[in-house]
């Protein structure tokens, strides 16, 4: 029976970690086969802080241990039945307590063989009877401190994951405000989302190492797990305070070493942060926090500690911190383009007001708007499909097509920029016709967005090549046949650390100083994907800033046979001449869309009438009996897809039903179709849109 003899006070008690207002004390589970032992370590470990639960026997101790969590275990050695050191490995392959701490008690066993046998079953601390009173509730204090910040954290962590989710709910209110953008940071909420996992994954899986240095003889225990986080093998630290200052991190060791110095100075509890490099060359944070305990005459004893690794949550808070600086940069981006149109427009509109009937400020008000309005419709269609490219729904039309149209039509596009800026554009194709398989409009985007950027990044008067050349079977990849087309200027070139990340999205915010060239920088990423989605290859290439730039896009030419193929899709529109008056019937609740497009369709010589909500324009076509039905999708109450199914299920209604909206996904055009829509487009509509679709009706014969 191991018996205890408690020494008296050796100084004042130092007192429990503070415990936040309201909150549970610390669960403290002591041993002994001896009452009386177990009361001594009642007194000695009064604290209210502590809640300490007693157990007089390994099986007592056992059923404590499947009822309650605990921060730490005080276990006496010698018991009946079963010893401490046969509990202890108990205890150690249970994985809901194999973390418990276990600090052993004895009155006999005092061997070093001993005391290695109880570090050997995992335990952080060895002490003899009678022990210290001071140095057991030091001791005690600091384990209980570790799992108090270990709930800490825990707390850190879920208001960390609420601030996130709030995040992820004002960019989802952004969506809404903006539902012609509303997939375009598809991307940085699954990067955010990503961050969260790994963030949760650190928390789980965070590792805690404990060391004991006896200053009085030179002897350092380190757990395994501590030499681990320093990147050693087992017993491979060299236990001297020198072999540990070569393990941290150059930058960091003058700080630790002062706080290993504060330490012996005030013997109070220090905690600090220090890279660990390892020697595979990665580096990893570690959270230690440790404390000098002293004898009555103030002589250092001993160091006691634990360190955490905190690799992850330093790596996912850079995370957040750099998705957040990306996230921040693209609305002040996107702000300032929407600006830029915005303004002109709104001149132009004042002008309009200021001029009255003058001819030539009437006509270049309408140029202004026209112009404007145009680039808007850019910077939405480029986003939009960015995000639909990215979520993997952009559908591409196939058919045979030549290069030679597609470089025709791409270089006609840019050709008022470029004759602005003064440049030569050269232009050198393959003697023969190359065939590709592909979507002509999408190959027609790729090359305008190339030579668009050549010509913006280039300087007044600049060289500008474009260059095709069918290749080497035997040079590419499987031995297909293939066409090389290659876009160099004599621009501002790229720098070499911006080279690899130039067809990411946003690049273009940090490739130039200003934003006097305007755009998005989505340009490259779609030339990219629409390049990948056709079996090809891009590639960048600069020698450097102020040395031009070269892009070269690989496609694949396969053997095109047969006729050619129709894409599929929308309904195809054949026009008639001369149509005659149409009545037209417009449903949108935009009071000035609705309005203005009813003017404009008017002054085509058509009766037109208006309906703001779903229900009326149902009854309005009832009563009207219109050739056409121009529909939005986003009603009040009833939306535009019921709208039309309604109105299909009357047999009375013969008029045409068409949908202009401002959700121009290929599921909204399916589900206007499912609908009994014959045509879906995206607003704003241009005129000659609307001539084409009027040209396809005749007017319904009418008594």
Sequence with gaps: ??????????????????????????????????????????????????????????????????????????????????????????????????????????????????????????????????????VLRSKVAVFADLHRKTREVGAANRALLAEVTERRRAEERLRELNDTLEERVAERTEALRESETRMRLAQDAARIGTFDWNVQTGAYVWTPELEAMYGLPPGGFGGTPAAWEQLLHAEDRAEAVRLVARAFETGLP??????????????????????????????????????????????????????????????????????????????ATEVLKQCGADPGR??????????????????????????????????????????EAVLGQAVEAVRPLVDKFGHHLEVALPPHPVHLRGDPTRLVQVFVNLLTNAAKYTEAGGHIRLAAARTDPGAEPGGVPAVRVRVRDTGIGIAPDLLPSVFDLFTQASRSLDRSQGGLGVGLTLVRRLVELHGGTVEAHSDGVGRGSEFTVTLPVPDVQGTDERPSGAERIEPRADPGPLRVVVIDDNVDGAESLADLIGLLGHEVRIAHDGAAGIGLVRDFEPDIVLLDIGLPG?????????????????????????????????????????????KPVDLGTLQTIFSTIRPAARV
Excluded at 4 to 14: D, I, S
Excluded at 270 to 298: I, N, Y
Excluded at 309 to 334: C, G, H, P, W, Y
Aim: charged share 25%; with cysteine.
């Design 638 to 682: 009833m939306d535009g897809y019921e709208v039309a199914r309604r109105l299909r299920r009357d047999a009375a209604t013969r008029a045409v039903l068409v949908t202009l909206s401002g959700y121009g996904r290929e599921e909204d055009r399916t589900l206007s179709r499912e609908a009994g829509c014959k045509q879906h487009f995206v």
């Design 270 to 347: 220090v905690e600090g942060e220090w890279r660990v490099p390892w020697p595979d060359g990665s580096v990893h944070w570690l959270m230690s926090r440790f404390q000098v305990f002293k004898s009555a005459t103030g002589a250092p004893l001993r160091m006691t500690g634990v360190n955490i690794d905190i690799t992850r949550r330093k790596q996912a808070e850079e995370v957040l911190r750099a998705s957040d600086r990306q996230k921040n940069e693209f609305l002040s981006m996107l702000a300032h383009e929407l600006r830029n149109p915005l303004a002109p427009i709104r001149n």
């Design 362 to 403: 009437l006509r270049w008000a309408h140029g202004v708007i026209d112009r404007q309005l145009a680039h808007l419709v850019r910077l939405v269609d480029d986003l939009l499909d960015v995000s639909r490219i990215t979520l993997g729904k952009i559908r591409l039309s196939v058919e045979p097509t030549e290069l």
């Design 1 to 134: 029976m191991s018996t205890t003899t408690p020494g008296g006070p050796t100084g004042p008690r130092p007192p429990a970690p503070a415990e936040p207002a309201g909150a549970e004390p610390i669960n403290i589970l002591i041993v002994d086969d001896e009452p009386k032992n177990l009361t001594v370590l009642e007194t000695v470990l009064n604290d209210p802080a502590y809640r300490l639960v007693r157990a007089g026997s390994a099986d007592q101790a056992l059923l404590a241990l499947v009822v309650e969590e605990f921060a730490l275990l005080i276990l006496d050695v010698r018991m009946p039945g079963m010893t401490g050191f046969e509990l202890a490995k108990m205890i150690k392959e249970r994985k809901k307590t194999a973390r418990v701490p276990i600090i052993f008690l004895t009155a006999y066993y005092n061997e070093d063989q001993h005391v290695l046998e109880g570090y050997g079953t995992g335990a952080v601390d060895y002490l003899h009877k009678p022990v210290n009173p001071a």
